[in-house]
């Protein structure tokens, strides 16, 4: 089953490569949706795809880059939103 979440990265995540990683990640679990920094210095991303990839693609979020320094990550469900692929928006 489709799942949308909204997840919101707290920490070192802007100037790491993280969006970057973030799509690569999405691609290689067929994850779509976007992520985008946000002015608060957190990153935003909107991911779609099924259950057991979203869950990955999750902890993947907590765990981030080797550069990256996560505090914390909030993850709320959404609706759908049929997103194509997964993009960086800027």
């Known amino acids: 089953m489709t799942k949308h979440l909204n997840i919101k990265v707290y920490g ?4 790491v ?5 973030t799509q690569n990640k999405a691609k ?3 994850v779509a949706g ?3 920094n946000e002015d608060d210095g ?7 795809g ?10 993947w979020c907590k765990e981030g880059t080797e550069s990256a320094e996560i505090d914390r990550v909030e993850i709320t469900e ?7 692929e997964f993009k960086i928006e800027y």
């Open 12 to 15: 070192r995540v802007q100037g």
């Open 17 to 21: 490569f993280f969006r970057y990683s």
């Open 28 to 30: 290689e679990l067929g």
């Open 34 to 36: 976007f992520t985008r």
């Open 42 to 48: 957190t990153v935003y991303i909107e991911a779609e």
């Open 50 to 59: 099924e259950e057991d990839a979203l869950e990955k693609f999750s902890d």
């Open 78 to 84: 959404g609706e759908i939103n049929n997103f194509a």
